[in-house]
């Protein structure tokens, strides 16, 4: 296909994305506005992470030496967001750009225990998040899911606060919180440090999914599946264990795949040598997605375009991709439905333009 209508293609099929973090949403721009209006004093050009300017931190972004060297401006940025508007604009501004680049349906991430270390109440995390979703699904038609994040490098007993601040509000029984993930710092915490807490959420029916197989070996993706996520984040490593690989394409759970994360990240040299003609030639399901787009260059349909470049596949494969990320979403049947045919009508119309 030409690749101008390849392009077009790739735009208008309809996405699900399952990957991103709302606070990886937070652009250059944003965090010195922000800094701005609620006088909020960033590190200076000497401190380390160092913020000088909007392109000086645009440049320092290309260049990351791991996840951890990321995760230190990615954690830095987050003070900037105060209030309970500075939640819903930044969410509403990720799905404006979503929404443009043909995302139907959006789960999102969110780390609350690092707010509420800086003081951040949950409920004004929690509501301006909440309303930046009701937005979207309101204005733009998209439907929403919001994903509450334990992370990796605090105390156990912080991810333990929020989860029980989180029951006893009942946000998991009435729809404001739809499941947990965990996420920060892969290699060094205990693999299993979220046990308990996992047992508990599976107990009570709560969806969970885990970060796992980024810079972790595939013994980080066997743990989370053991301690009940049914759907791994990244899991580009799963390509190093052939049995798990074959359990996991056995039992259809779902890869969370961020290609020019992984790029930025040094997890792969080069969008060629992330996995996904192995991913599809094992029948290991997986979607596309973006993870931190305001630093790491790109949002969904970039991600989708760089994995075209690498891989050129075929429309049926794509048309795959996308109803394979539609079946990973957490959505009812008839939602998942409506989405397929979706798919179905814009395959068949471009399979129809180019015949
Ligand atoms: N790529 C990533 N890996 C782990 N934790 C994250 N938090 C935000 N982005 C992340
Ligand atoms: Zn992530």
């Known amino acids: 296909m030409a690749q101008s209508h390849m392009h077009d293609f790739l735009k208008g099929l309809p996405k699900c994305e399952h990957h991103v973090h709302l606070e990886g949403c937070l652009t250059p721009e944003l965090i010195f506005s922000l800094a701005k209006k609620n006088n909020v004093k960033l590190p200076s050009p000497q401190d380390n992470p160092a913020y000088e300017s909007v392109q000086t931190l645009e440049e320092r972004y290309k260049h990351f030496s791991s996840l951890d060297d990321f995760l230190a ?10 209030n309970e ?23 999102v991430f969110f780390d609350p ?19 930046g979703c009701k937005r979207a699904e309101r204005e733009l038609g998209l439907s929403t899911r919001l994903i509450l994040c334990f992370v990796r490098h605090l105390p156990v007993d912080s991810a333990r606060k929020v989860y029980e601040e989180a029951l006893a509000k009942n946000h998991f029984e009435t729809d404001t919180i739809h499941g947990l993930g965990w996420s920060s710092t892969e290699v060094g915490p205990p693999k ?3 046990r308990e807490l996992y047992d508990s959420a599976r107990s009570k029916q709560i969806r969970l999914t885990a970060h796992a197989g980024e810079e972790g070996d595939p013994s980080y993706i066997s743990t989370a599946l053991e301690l009940g996520a049914t759907r791994i984040d990244h899991g580009i490593r799963l390509i190093e264990d052939p049995v798990l690989l074959e359990q996991i394409a056995k039992q259809g759970t779902m890869l969370t795949v961020c290609p020019l994360s992984n790029v930025r990240l040094r997890c792969v040299p080069s969008v060629d040598k992330v996995p996904i003609r192995k991913f599809l030639d094992a029948g290991v399901k997986f979607s596309i997605n973006s993870d931190d787009p305001a630093y790491f260059g790109g949002y969904i349909l970039d991600n989708y375009l760089a994995v075209h470049d690498a891989f050129q596949l075929a429309v049926a494969e794509w048309g795959l991709i996308a109803k394979n990320s539609v079946m990973g979403s957490w959505i009812d049947e008839a939602r998942k439905e409506e989405l397929l045919r979706k798919i179905d009508e814009h395959v068949l119309k471009y399979e129809a333009l180019l015949a």
């Open 73 to 82: 401006f990615y954690f830095q940025g987050m003070d900037v967001l105060l």
């Open 85 to 107: 508007s500075d939640f819903a604009d930044l969410a509403w501004a990720y799905f404006q750009k979503a929404h443009a680049d043909g995302v139907h349906h959006a789960e």
């Open 113 to 131: 225990q690092v707010h509420q270390n800086r003081g951040i109440p949950y409920d004004t995390i929690v509501a301006g998040f909440v309303a």
């Open 192 to 194: 299993d440090m979220f």
